[in-house]
């Protein structure tokens, strides 16, 4: 597969010599990863990291099987095994939460980045997913090639073509039986609605992609736009200046003002439908927006901080 080869090579996201840890699950994306890893960056280069969740009867196997795989390429492994506790919510969520977490432990003793075996299929299922699951723009612009250090250099590869590859360097991977069942979101996703938007249209995939690829260049014309409008409303921004900005910039405004508070954490939830609320908000009011946020308006300016205690969204005495 040197097309494949030569494809990733020419994304940039893996360099010959830089450090990358390969998020590694044993299955076949993240196994012709650690491949295209090695054969790029050079296995000295490369580590590994599995987690072994220890909640599928499977989960022994999948560990060995990444272990001999590593074994075969060259490549440092690290696992991680942590157990869910009591109360954990919403069990993909946790998992999510704790592969991220350890890579970025690693990344910070190690140097480098993380890569991420999300291809093109990954991202359809990800920008159809939130659209019906989030309102807002950010559900149309799916997962970013680079987000911090973490990078996904797969993202114009589908599934097809990286078990291609691996049947092709006789590379085996794990199949995860849970991805065949409707019991997550993202398996009905796969087995049902993909199914059926390519019975309305076989190039439906690759329509979402291109989309996808219009809508991040504009996004690019958007932030600088919502850029030039922030420096003009100061800092912390007033208030009323927000106000006297067009909707749709009021709304992204806000958005970005709130992602910036939630750093270095995950971006803030959606609120660009509480934008009138928020600037609705009498001095010293204050309303929480979700994701552990709170906006507040104090000298006649905007602040998002962390919710703590009741908020007041008409303090005593405010002019309605």
Do not use: K
Request: proline residues 7%; hydrophobic residues 45%.
């Amino acid at each position: 597969m040197t097309d494949l080869l030569e494809r990733v090579r020419a994304g940039g996201l893996l360099e010959p010599g830089r450090p990358v840890l390969v998020m590694l699950s044993g299955g076949r994306d993240s196994v012709c990863l650690l491949d295209l890893a090695v054969r790029i960056a050079g296995a000295p280069h490369v580590g590994a990291l599995h987690c072994n969740y220890g909640l599928r009867a499977e989960a022994a196997g999948d560990e060995e099987h990444c272990a001999a795989q590593c074994e075969r390429l060259g490549v440092d492994l690290q696992v991680h095994r942590p157990r869910r506790p009591d109360g954990a919510g919403n069990l993909q969520a946790w998992a999510r939460d704790q592969r991220y977490a350890a890579a970025a432990q690693v990344v910070l003793r190690r140097g480098g980045v993380a890569a991420t075996g999300h291809t093109a299929t990954d991202q359809v299922e990800t920008v159809l997913y939130r659209l019906a699951a989030s309102p807002g723009r950010r559900a149309l612009l799916g997962m970013a090639p680079r987000e911090g250090h973490v990078i996904r250099p797969l993202l114009g590869v589908s599934r097809a073509e990286t078990a291609a590859h691996c049947e092709t360097r006789g590379l085996a991977w794990r199949e995860d039986a849970s991805n065949a069942g409707l019991e997550f979101a993202r398996g009905r996703m796969r087995h049902e609605l993909l199914p059926a938007l390519r019975e309305i249209h076989p190039a439906a995939e690759a329509n979402v992609l291109r989309t996808l690829e219009l809508l991040r260049d504009e996004a690019a014309v958007l932030d600088a736009a919502i850029d030039e409008a922030l420096a003009a409303a100061g800092d912390p921004p007033a208030r009323d200046a927000l106000r006297a900005l067009p909707a749709a910039l009021r709304r992204l405004a806000l958005q970005r003002l709130a992602d910036r508070a939630a750093e270095p954490g995950p971006p803030a939830p959606a609120i660009g439908h509480r934008t009138g609320e928020v600037l609705a908000l009498q001095e010293g009011g204050a309303l929480d927006v979700g994701g552990g946020l709170r906006a507040e308006i104090r000298g006649g300016a905007l602040h998002f901080g962390a919710s703590r205690g009741p908020a007041a969204p008409h303090p005593r005495g405010a002019p309605s």
